[in-house]
């Protein structure tokens, strides 16, 4: 494919123009794919051209018959280039969100109208070429795009160039395709972090029997004493005529954390920050403890769960970062 001028300003604004980013379906249709010889295709021309010089010269009819024969298969090859990537529909949906530092995964479909597979297929991503499997007809076909996360944020796919040279190398047909998918790459979070403030801290105490219903771990059973809550007696070894006896728990879990960017106030790599505060979210849902989240730029309310926890990693990994044009 050709890239070499494609970082000229003046081609970069004609692309954007061509090929914006589209957030549906991409359909390749005839004024959206170019073709040029390639490398083996100009040298293919050139033969045919010293040979019908050749024929012209010597007045051979057999050479005559054979340049056009030649050259009736290289204009073939030109038409089966171009229609390799002629009518081909390309869908994709956003990845799900990554740790900085992994591999963002990207699902995209490819589908095509014709009887006949679609063979050779690459795509370009930066410079980085990666070979498609054989494109089945009338078979919707996945593949996972991998997308480098080093940093935290939005990841959004770039620009891509779609190639093929098949079937016989002497022309490449490529066209450039844009979808709009991004995903969050949360920070990458600390190996370990401190204990987070909790309503221990606050003098508020630990979660107990009563009140911790769903956040401590079961521990056994003992005697019933007077007083115990209804809903912690074990009514089935009651059943089973073993007595009257109470479920314990384990208290020893804070009932609400506070994540809050002050506890950390000593550290001078925001970056740090964050990811100590993201493996304190990670233990905090973990253990199915309810949490909330206090940032220099807003506040996240005390709740548990995984939504939960997706929101305060999608707060840590926007931080500090400029809003997008246009949101």
């Known amino acids: 494919m050709r890239t070499a001028a494609l970082n000229h300003p003046w081609v970069l604004r004609w692309m954007n123009r061509r090929h914006p980013a589209v957030a549906g379906p991409i359909q390749l249709s005839r004024n959206r794919i170019y073709i040029l010889p390639t490398r083996q295709g100009w040298g293919y021309v050139l033969l045919l051209t010293l040979m019908l010089l050749a024929a012209l010269n010597y007045g051979n009819s057999l050479l005559f018959i054979l340049c056009f024969w030649m050259g009736g298969v290289g204009f073939l090859a030109m038409h089966h280039t171009h229609r390799n990537l002629l009518g081909l529909e390309i869908t994709g949906q956003a990845a799900a969100p990554v740790f900085a530092g992994a591999t963002a995964r990207f699902p995209l479909r490819f589908t095509h109208p014709d009887a006949a597979p679609r063979y050779g297929l690459c795509l370009q991503l930066n410079t980085q070429v990666l070979k498609l499997p054989t494109l089945p007809a009338g078979i919707e ?43 969050v790459v949360y920070p990458a979070p600390a190996e370990h972090a401190p204990m987070a403030l909790s309503d221990l801290a606050q003098g508020v105490g630990m979660v107990t029997a009563a009140d911790g219903e769903g956040f401590e771990d079961y521990r056994g059973l003992r005697d019933y004493r007077p007083g115990d809550g209804l809903r912690h007696i074990a009514w089935w070894s009651l059943a089973r005529e073993r007595g009257l006896l109470t479920k314990q728990f384990d208290t020893t879990h804070p009932s609400r954390w506070q994540l809050n960017w002050a506890q950390f106030a000593a550290e001078s790599d925001q970056e740090r920050i964050l990811a100590l505060l993201c493996r304190q979210v990670l233990n905090a849902h973990a253990l199915g403890a309810p949490f909330s989240l206090e940032l220099p730029d807003g506040h996240l309310t005390q709740d548990h769960g995984e939504h939960h926890r997706d929101e305060a990693l999608r707060r840590l990994a926007l931080f500090g970062l400029p809003p997008r044009a246009g949101a």
């Open 141 to 183: 076909t996945p593949y996972a795009l991998p997308l480098d996360a080093p940093h935290r944020g939005l990841l959004a796919v770039p620009r891509l160039g779609l190639s093929t040279t098949y079937p016989l190398g002497l022309f490449e047909a490529w066209t450039w395709i844009h979808p709009a998918l991004e995903t």
